[in-house]
């Protein structure tokens, strides 16, 4: 495992220096689910949530939570990001809605911390737009999917992570 980086070396907290890194095209996948009760995602599913498009809300809050990143992780790096796509997948077994993020960038840094901050302010939105019918809703299984890019390479995550 390699050091920390973002410790220096008396130990304090410091943003990485990434001047001299190459620009090159980044992309991460992550994703996340939210497991709710089986009305609550049929109000999401038929479009009849009196708090209008669910999904599609969501999907707009995530997207603006990938552009934030910056302003939300107190050391990461602030991007410009060239693609941001936010989906839903709805699991009718487990009463369950998927999201899945890819970012892009053209960047000295990597985009991972920005597809897993949308995937997070995405089932934020859902929790909020539907917790007045069902609070036991649960966020979990947020991680990153795939990374390329960059000097560390391609990452892809296997069952045994």
Known sequence: MNDLTHFNQRGEAHMVDVGDKSVTHRV???????????ETLALIES???KKGDVLGIARIAGIMGAKRTGDLVPLCHPIALTHVDVTFTVDQKNHTVICEVRAETRSQTGVEMEALTAVQVALLTIYDMCK?????????????????????????RSDDD
Request: hydrophobic letters at 40%; proline letters at 3%.
């Open 28 to 38: 991460a996948v992550a994703s996340g689910q939210i497991s709710m009760l089986p």
């Open 47 to 49: 479009g009849s949530h």
């Open 132 to 156: 007045a019918v069902d609070r036991g809703m649960v966020i979990g299984a947020v991680c990153l999917l795939e990374k390329l890019g960059g000097k560390s390479g391609h990452y892809r």
